[in-house]
């Protein structure tokens, strides 16, 4: 008997120790994450502005041998039988 008092004294007190270092922590992120008053200036973020004509877009890629050797897809047929599957329970 006196060992199974010994265990549940034992298993209390690491119990404890995890609650309270479980709570630390919870109040630690709380304290610098959320009630911690720091001003965060905001990014000065300007967009690029392209003036018109700057962006020239090479279409000569287009002119390259192994491009043209490619074919276009054959046109998909739609499906010409049942769909799905019996209800199982019908």
Same mark, same amino acid.
Do not use: C, H
């Given at each position: 008997?006196? =060992?199974? /008092? ?7 007190? #690491? @119990? @404890?120790?995890? $609650?309270? %270092?479980? /709570? *630390?922590?919870?109040?630690? =992120? *709380?304290?610098?994450?959320? !009630? ?5 200036? &905001? $990014?000065? #973020?300007?967009?690029? @502005? #392209? &003036?018109?004509?700057?962006?020239? %877009?090479? !279409?000569?890629?287009?002119?390259? &041998? !192994? *491009?043209?050797e @490619?074919?276009? !897809?054959?046109?998909i047929l739609? #499906?010409?039988?049942? *769909?799905?599957?019996?209800?199982p /329970?019908?």
């Amino acid at each position: 008997m006196p =060992v199974n /008092f010994i265990e549940r004294k034992n298993r209390q007190k #690491y @119990l @404890l120790i995890a $609650v309270i %270092i479980i /709570f *630390l922590a919870t109040a630690v =992120v *709380l304290w610098f994450g959320y !009630f911690n008053d720091v001003e965060i200036s &905001p $990014v000065a #973020y300007e967009p690029e @502005l #392209y &003036p018109e004509g700057s962006i020239i %877009i090479d !279409f000569s890629i287009f002119e390259k &041998p !192994f *491009l043209k050797e @490619l074919k276009p !897809f054959s046109e998909i047929l739609p #499906y010409e039988g049942s *769909l799905g599957k019996q209800n199982p /329970f019908k």
